[in-house]
């Protein structure tokens, strides 16, 4: 038999948006607040991947500093 530890493995919890073709458009690993997972849903269903990065696009939407 083999010990516990040779079998443990761990990762990061990891979300991924893919685009109607199957196309991967954002990765967001590990854990993120109900406000900061809707506000990447918003930017992949508004498809602001395509203009600019999430920070920006953040900006440009809400104004945040």
């Known amino acids: 038999l083999f010990p516990y530890t ?3 493995r761990s990762g990061t919890p990891t979300t991924v948006f893919y685009d ?3 196309d ?3 990765r967001m690993p590990g854990y993120a607040s109900p406000e900061i ?3 990447v ?3 992949v269903a508004e498809e602001g991947y ?3 990065p999430l ?3 953040a ?3 809400y104004g945040a500093k």
């Open 41 to 43: 849903y918003e930017y």
């Open 50 to 52: 395509q203009d600019v």
């Open 37 to 39: 997972f809707y506000l």
């Open 20 to 22: 109607e073709t199957g």
């Open 59 to 61: 900006k440009l939407k």
């Open 6 to 8: 040779t079998l443990f």
């Open 24 to 26: 991967q458009v954002f």
């Open 55 to 57: 920070q920006n696009w």
